[in-house]
């Protein structure tokens, strides 16, 4: 079994908390992820946001969705 030096784990670390934080707010041009639709029966423009919000949270950017999920909820009511 070999050793792993704690350069190498601080360097993995930081990679893998890089990737994380980026899948979140790395990419600002949200059109090369797809469409979705899912019908509401709210305004059109909440019904706008909570596509957008789900296409975050089929892309895994769960903190982008959940804010875009919040602004739902303000437009919806």
Known sequence: ???????A????????LMSLAQSAFGQV??????KVHFETSCKPE???????????????WYRAS????DDVLKACC
């Open 9 to 16: 784990v601080v360097a993995f670390a930081g990679a893998a």
């Open 46 to 60: 909440a019904q706008k946001l909570f596509d957008q919000a789900m296409l975050y949270q089929h892309s895994f």
């Open 29 to 34: 041009d949200d059109s090369k992820l797809g």
């Open 66 to 69: 959940q804010k875009v999920f």
């Open 1 to 7: 079994m070999s050793k792993i030096s704690n350069t």
